[in-house]
């Protein structure tokens, strides 16, 4: 929980298990004024992106989301989720799946300068949080190796933001993108606090497109 976040747990607590084939792979969903949705990792490389969305269809407008720390979730799918209000308590790492193949056909087009993402959070009052072990590994090196000397267009960027307002991200990290690290397109009032990109073999790529304001 965030210290600052105003959960009261009210009323009956329910815990929700999500059907799922996969034993560890989960959302609990603790339901309050805010309702919590903690989203807990299948492991063994197999895709979690359905249960991300289901946490935030379920608790992603007026509620919060949760990745624990020392969960690592296999990003396999594109994703954009559309949120309003949410805390994202971001202790656990999201890993970019290696699958160069499906990125290349599925990855959202970006216009401007020919880009495409994998993930692309969009809306309103958006409050990050990753505590100092949160965030996402890119899985660059997969596209390092296969695109040697060369860098053709579509590489999906791990992190943008497109049409939001009212975004604080915190104690976050993007490492080993594959090529830019984070974006903003159409963003008002937004807010970076010690965000940590690393790629090996280049400086932390951060870039806006106009239109942003900070
Ligand atoms: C992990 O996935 C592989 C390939 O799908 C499978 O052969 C293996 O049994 C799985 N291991 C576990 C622990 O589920
Ligand atoms: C798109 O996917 C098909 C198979 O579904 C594959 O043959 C093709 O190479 C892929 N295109 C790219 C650009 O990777
Ligand atoms: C976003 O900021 C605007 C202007 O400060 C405010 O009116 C609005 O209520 C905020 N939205 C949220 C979800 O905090
Ligand atoms: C952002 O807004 C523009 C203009 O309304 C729209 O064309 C675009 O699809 C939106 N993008 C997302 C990710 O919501
Ligand atoms: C940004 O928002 C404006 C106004 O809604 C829209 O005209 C423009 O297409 C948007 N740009 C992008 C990149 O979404």
Redesign the pocket.
């Known amino acids: 929980m965030l210290a600052s976040s105003p959960i009261i747990a009210v009323g009956a607590v329910l815990v929700a298990l999500s059907s799922s084939v996969h034993a560890a792979g989960r959302v609990e969903v603790e339901q309050s004024q805010r309702p919590t949705c903690t989203v807990f990792a299948n492991g063994n490389r197999t895709d979690d992106v359905p249960n991300i969305l289901e946490a935030f269809s379920t608790c992603g407008n007026g509620g919060s989301v949760v990745f624990p720390e020392r969960e690592n979730f296999w990003i396999a799918a594109r994703l954009n989720p559309v949120v309003r209000d949410v805390y994202i308590e971001w202790h656990g790492q999201w890993t970019m799946s290696d699958d ?2 499906y990125w ?2 599925n990855s959202y087009p970006i216009a401007f300068q020919n880009h495409a993402a994998s993930f692309i959070l969009t809306g309103d009052g958006i409050y990050i949080d990753g505590y100092g072990t949160g965030g996402i590994y890119g899985n660059g090196d997969a596209w390092y190796n296969a695109e040697k000397n060369v860098t053709p267009p ?1 590489r999906p960027m791990p992190f943008v933001f497109w049409n939001v307002s009212n975004v604080t991200v915190k104690n976050f990290f993007v490492k080993q993108s594959p090529l830019w690290s984070l974006n903003i397109m159409n963003g008002t009032n937004m807010d970076f606090d010690n965000i940590y990109c690393k790629r090996d073999s280049d400086q932390c790529a951060l870039w806006s497109e106009l239109g942003t304001e900070h």
Do not use: E, P, V
């Open positions: 160069l193949t290349r056909n579509g």
